[in-house]
């Protein structure tokens, strides 16, 4: 059990992160607005798990205007896929230990 709970990244405890990465593991890509609505999320919620995704380079954020509205996307990182599937990982195998 100790070896799997090493494994869990603290980047993913937070639900909203939880959510964020399962989102876009399964997405090629997600709009602001998207996520926000998927989630139940306030605009300040997401705007800081994303921020902090990103900083870790999990994300990657995209901001353009389309005609006059700003439109920002994300999409997971080759560095934020791996992090995400070890951390699905372990918390499989520390489900696992205790059965």
Known sequence: ?????QHINKAFESK??????S?????EKADFNSLKEWLG??????????KGLEEMGYIDV???FVGRKPYTSY????AGKI???EHINA???LIKSMT
Request: no cysteine.
């Open 1 to 5: 059990m100790q070896n799997s709970i």
């Open 16 to 21: 909203v992160r939880l959510g964020i990465m």
């Open 23 to 27: 989102t876009l593991m399964v997405n």
């Open 41 to 50: 999320l306030t605009d300040g919620n997401l705007s800081s798990h994303v």
């Open 62 to 64: 995209q901001k353009q």
């Open 75 to 78: 999409h997971i990182t080759d």
């Open 83 to 85: 992090a995400f599937t």
């Open 91 to 93: 918390l499989e195998a």
